[in-house]
């Protein structure tokens, strides 16, 4: 290895260091590290820091250029016979494709990944590919397939001791079971793994956890986790901090506070100013908060709302939670209207 290409690999691992507390410092020494292997011809080091460069905007909700970053690596690895990071490639890109809309692809990158991972025996990464097919499934109506995929998922988990992956699993539990007693216990026990070892994750737990108080109209719980939530988060300015102030609206809306609720909504830019608030999920929340505050805006939300389920194709998935949950605030509309009449 020539002494470019090593100076190269301690800038990627000064960008690792750097990631959580400094990120832009980390995207520089991830450029120049770049440049230093194209330079070099070293093709298992650039596609290695594309690829970092790609969880860095994926992180900052930047999809399109993290899909370009991890497309432009997963085309590397291929050319270097490199079936391990072209299956750890496929998974990241399962995930940016899901948030970009195309369902399908995020499947079939994903049976690609697991595919690769069972096939040279990487129970580490096939873990973390088992759990993000799950959520897709979860999303899609297909729960039994999930939670299958799951159970496995959390045993290689445990056998590898991967302790913040099995977190990361059971989280993915939460969203795959109905009774709210059995999302609790699940909740609870992903809380006991971030508290030990991630601290953003840990109190993001805490969305999770009022969001499932909402769910149950533990209207003041909800609210006091949230706002504590958003205080941790606005110190890091993290995009978390929209997400919050959505569930914090509706809290509002559904407690009569609807002037709270609007002036909430309103400080969003354009109401889905980051791209992972444009999806069905949160576009039914804010349609939600204003059908509930009675503001003429809801219809535009529900046409968004629309236009979403038509991107994505969800018309496929009649069973998805996004149908579901956007055809019982639509019920819910109806039924206003009819009390009020």
Not at 261 to 271: E, F, K, M, N, R
Request: net charge negative.
């Amino acid at each position: 290895m020539s002494t470019r290409s090593m100076e190269a690999d301690a800038l990627v691992e000064l960008g690792m260091l750097e990631a959580d507390d400094n990120a832009e410092q980390s995207y520089l020494y991830y450029q120049q590290a770049l440049k230093i292997y194209q330079e070099e011809g070293n093709i298992s080091g650039e596609a290695r820091v594309r690829n970092n460069i790609g969880i860095y905007h994926f992180e900052r909700d930047e999809l399109q250029s993290a899909k370009e970053y991890f497309t432009q690596a997963l085309m590397l690895h291929r050319h270097d016979d490199d079936p391990k990071s072209e299956a750890l490639l496929l998974g990241n890109l399962s995930n940016v494709v899901m948030y970009l809309g195309d369902i399908a692809q995020s499947i079939e990158y994903s049976r690609k990944a697991k595919e690769i991972q069972e096939h040279i025996g990487d129970d580490s990464t096939l873990a973390r590919t088992l759990s993000n097919l799950a959520n897709t499934l979860v999303y899609i109506g297909q729960k039994e397939e999930a939670f299958e995929l799951l159970s496995r998922a959390l045993v290689l988990a445990q056998q590898v001791e991967h302790h913040t992956l099995e977190a990361e699993v059971l989280e993915q539990f939460v969203h795959a079971v109905d009774d709210i007693q059995e999302r609790e216990e699940y909740l609870r026990q992903v809380q006991e793994h971030y508290a030990e070892e991630y601290e953003l994750l840990y109190q993001y737990s805490f969305v999770t956890s009022a969001q499932l108080d909402i769910e149950a109209k533990r209207w003041s719980s909800a609210e006091q986790k949230l706002r504590t939530a958003l205080q941790y988060f606005a110190k890091k300015d993290h995009h978390y901090i929209e997400q919050i102030r959505i569930f914090l609206a509706l809290i509002f809306a559904y407690t009569g506070r609807y002037e709270e609720a609007g002036a909430l909504v309103s400080q969003l830019s354009d109401h889905h100013s980051s791209p992972s608030l444009q999806n069905l999920f949160y576009q039914t929340r804010i349609l939600e908060i204003y059908i509930l505050c009675g503001s003429p805006k809801a219809k535009d939300f529900e046409q968004q709302a629309r236009r979403i389920i038509q991107d994505y194709d969800l018309e496929k998935y009649p069973q998805s939670q996004g149908i579901i949950d956007f055809r019982r605030v639509l019920d819910m509309s109806k039924n206003d209207m009819l009390t009020d009449t």
